[in-house]
């Protein structure tokens, strides 16, 4: 990302009314200007927490017509892609994600996209299709926070009686770039700081190390974990086994690893409690929950990423809760919260605890995670907001009589009858999300911006293993385009947010004003105030004799002449597959080419479909990746 060196004259303002009222700490530049300046400042719903919190982050949306594709807003990226895990059956595009009557609007509708697929038996390539588009944004590696208050006012889409959507706010370690296949392998959802020879080699950063590599401390485990504010399951008020939630009801999560071992709680039923016999149980002891409308949810504990070798297999837990939710929460906007304190140095204490319009809901504290070793999370973590549609969420199962569940296209009378009851009617369904604020402790520490910080780089990482964070089968070359400042295509001021943000200069597009950005210059800038020097790998120069510095040239004229014949040779390949066979009956499933093992995931939750009315056991799901949000094309 290109950064900005200035700071917006508003935010200047703000840090001076900072430093007037005694904050030490000035952090405005991802400060939205129409934030109100009632709520610069907060006080914490936890009871214990008497800090005060200033705002460091926020996007009100309030002006319309702003564009997320890659390279357009400071702040967000609409990803461009197909989504093939957890059986999705939506495609995202950049366009389904826009502001309109001052909300972020998520949109999921009826249209269908084509795509290049992979057969996984055949190891040929086709065109498929997805009859259902919608739209994710996510922060990576832009705006980040360690610790602090992260809260939505968001209101759902649809009919809270219909099954099918999927909509979520979370937020993920920028280690893993969300839905990009690589940057999560063995990276999500560790949040572990422990060397046994267990999990040494399933942990890519493992405080096992002995040696540092790209930027990273020798002797101290990384990863990417997860926190899921809210994932919201729609459909009938029938009764759930083991428990008093009844849909419509949200998930609110932290997902870890490694994952609890050997005997595990069964999906669908209660964990075992602590008894003489049992002295442990088989779940997390001492979480807490606010009243009875929050409760474990059963119906997802984790799942077991299995790899080949054998060695390589490591699991993963999901520490989760239930909230029933009534229709108001589709009619109107409801505040969705969560308070994040990460763990000391030595990994211990920290805590979680999620919110509802200001009503506490669920926690979990360090000493909760004892059973396994884990740590609250400590990494940067950036947000993401989308709505995804997945056979596996909310739909019929087992699959209706009569019908085989391969294909799912409203209007299709052969690929209709697996979807829910109500569900083309409940389309085109909107997400809407009024705000999104992010607050830390003022003179906290612990409390740090930044996706790379000094004590968790992740600069130096990521540049290393680049190709792990593109979209290589579009041919992208770097993970993120630099933010375009205005030229967008204009033939009035008004497109360009006249007269405060920019105006119409004709034939070279939209003009920015200071401090805003894009194309339209309708999107308020963004930046670090106090960005870390930027990160490079190290090149050492070396002398090296005359005649050593002629075999490195004439190596390096063979290389180019290897190159060139592999060009040559992989343009031809290409031209092979311009025109692809069509295929229905291919499986689905996409695989990378560089990925040799068989792919299955999940979008909020890894692994087995997470149906309530079907969960029963524990599934062993296999996989070449982790979660299946992270995978890419």
């Known amino acids: 990302m290109r950064r900005q060196t200035h700071?917006?004259?508003?935010?200047?303002?703000?840090?001076?009314?900072?430093?007037?009222?005694?904050?030490?700490?000035?952090?405005?530049?991802?400060?939205?200007?129409?934030?109100?300046?009632?709520?610069?400042?907060?006080?914490?719903?936890?009871?214990?927490d008497t800090r005060e919190y200033e705002l460091v982050f926020s996007d009100e949306f309030e002006q319309d017509g702003r564009q997320f594709e890659d390279g357009a807003d400071p702040r967000w990226t609409a990803i461009d892609k197909n989504d093939y895990t957890n059986e999705a059956l939506h495609f995202y595009r950049p366009q389904n994600v826009r502001t309109t009557n001052g909300v972020l609007n998520i949109t999921t509708e009826h249209k269908s996209n084509k795509y290049k697929a992979f057969d996984e038996?055949?190891?040929?390539?086709?065109?498929?299709?997805?009859?259902?588009?919608?739209?994710?944004?996510?922060?990576?590696?832009?705006?980040?926070?360690?610790?602090?208050?992260?809260?939505?006012?968001?209101?759902?889409?649809?009919?809270?009686?219909?099954?099918?959507?999927?909509?979520?706010?979370?937020?993920?370690?920028?280690?893993?770039?969300?839905?990009?296949?690589?940057?999560?392998?063995?990276?999500?959802?560790?949040?572990?700081?422990?060397?046994?020879?267990?999990?040494?080699?399933?942990?890519?950063?493992?405080?096992?190390?002995?040696?540092?590599?790209?930027?990273?401390?020798?002797?101290?485990?990384?990863?990417?974990?997860?926190?899921d504010i809210l994932e919201a399951m729609m459909g009938g008020p029938e009764k759930l086994p083991s428990t008093n939630i009844t849909r419509p009801y949200f998930s609110t999560s932290l997902q870890i690893?490694?994952?609890?071992?050997?005997?595990?709680?069964?999906?669908?039923?209660?964990?075992?409690?602590?008894?003489?016999?049992?002295?442990?149980?088989?779940?997390?002891?001492?979480?807490?929950?606010?009243?009875?409308?929050?409760?474990?949810?059963?119906?997802?504990?984790?799942?077991?990423?299995?790899?080949?070798?054998?060695?390589?297999?490591?699991?993963?837990?999901?520490?989760?809760?239930?909230?029933?939710?009534?229709?108001?929460?589709?009619?109107?906007?409801h505040k969705y919260r969560v308070e994040w304190e990460p763990p000391n140095e030595d990994g211990s204490e920290g805590y979680l605890r999620w919110y509802l319009d200001g009503k506490f809901l669920y926690g979990i504290k360090g000493e909760n995670l004892a059973l396994t070793n884990t740590e609250i999370p400590s990494e940067p973590m950036y947000i993401l907001m989308n709505t995804a549609v997945a056979s596996s969420w909310g739909f019929p199962s087992p699959c209706p009589s009569g019908c085989n569940c391969k294909c799912y296209e409203c209007g299709n009378p052969e690929c209709s009858c697996g979807l829910p009851d109500g569900f083309c009617e409940n389309l085109p369904a909107s997400f809407q999300i009024e705000y999104v604020r992010a607050y830390q402790a003022v003179n906290e520490s612990k409390h740090l911006l930044g996706c790379s910080t000094k004590t968790r780089p992740t600069a130096k990482f990521i540049e290393g293993h680049k190709k792990n964070y593109v979209h290589r089968e579009s041919g992208q070359k770097e993970p993120l385009q630099p933010i375009q400042r205005g030229g967008g295509y204009c033939t009035e001021d008004k497109h360009c947010g006249y007269p405060t943000k920019g105006s119409c200069s004709g034939r070279w597009g939209c003009e920015c004003k200071a401090n805003y950005t894009g194309p339209m210059c309708l999107s308020p800038a963004g930046f670090d105030d106090n960005p870390p020097p930027a990160e490079k790998l190290p090149f050492e120069m070396v002398w090296i004799s005359t005649i050593f510095q002629t075999m490195i040239a004439l190596a390096i004229a063979f290389a180019v002449f290897v190159g060139l014949a592999v060009v040559k040779r992989r343009k031809q390949e290409v031209e092979r597959y311009e025109q692809l066979p069509q295929s229905k009956d291919a499986a689905r499933r996409y695989e990378a080419r560089e990925m040799q093992q068989d792919t299955s995931g999940s979008y909020q939750q890894t692994g087995a479909p997470y149906n309530p009315m079907a969960a029963n056991k524990q599934e062993t799901v296999t996989y070449c990746m982790i979660d299946g949000r992270l995978l890419d094309e």
């Open 257 to 333: 690893a490694p994952g609890i071992e050997g005997i595990r709680p069964i999906l669908g039923k209660k964990p075992k409690k602590v008894s003489v016999g049992n002295p442990s149980g088989h779940w997390y002891d001492g979480v807490e929950y606010g009243s009875n409308n929050t409760q474990l949810n059963p119906f997802f504990y984790g799942v077991t990423l299995e790899h080949k070798p054998k060695q390589y297999t490591y699991q993963s837990d999901a520490i989760s809760a239930n909230t029933h939710l009534t229709k108001d929460f589709f009619n109107s906007f």
């Open 7 to 48: 700071r917006s004259a508003s935010a200047t303002l703000f840090c001076i009314a900072a430093l007037a009222s005694s904050a030490t700490r000035c952090q405005a530049g991802w400060v939205d200007p129409d934030t109100p300046k009632k709520y610069r400042t907060i006080a914490s719903d936890y009871a214990e």
């Open 121 to 227: 038996d055949k190891h040929t390539y086709y065109v498929d299709a997805k009859h259902i588009q919608s739209g994710m944004v996510q922060g990576w590696n832009k705006f980040c926070l360690t610790g602090g208050i992260v809260e939505f006012s968001a209101k759902l889409p649809g009919d809270p009686k219909t099954g099918g959507l999927w909509p979520a706010l979370w937020m993920l370690g920028n280690l893993a770039r969300a839905t990009y296949i690589g940057s999560s392998n063995f990276i999500w959802p560790y949040s572990y700081n422990q060397c046994d020879e267990k999990n040494r080699v399933s942990q890519t950063i493992s405080a096992c190390s002995n040696v540092g590599h790209y930027g990273m401390e020798a002797g101290e485990g990384r990863g990417s974990p997860e926190v």
